[in-house]
């Protein structure tokens, strides 16, 4: 999948390929350390907050919930008392 940013394409396309490399070689051995993907992680974080502010998208905007997480908390079961 693409970024978000076109520019920002290739750089995650590095990250992923260091996590899957890290997550199948390492952590999956029981090395927690994830430090050897965050450089790449902080450049592609950074390229996409850039790419987002040209998109006029704001970081809340992100927060938000869109699959409809919070309808579900605001039903009560039959149970509940409070």
Partial sequence: MNSIGDNCTQLKKDYDTCF??????????????????????????QCVKEAMKQHHIEFKEIENDHLGESKREEKKSPNDSS
């Fill in 20 to 45: 899957n490399n890290w997550f199948s070689d390492r952590f999956l051995k029981g090395d927690m350390d994830d430090s050897l993907c965050a450089p790449l992680f902080k450049v592609y974080q």
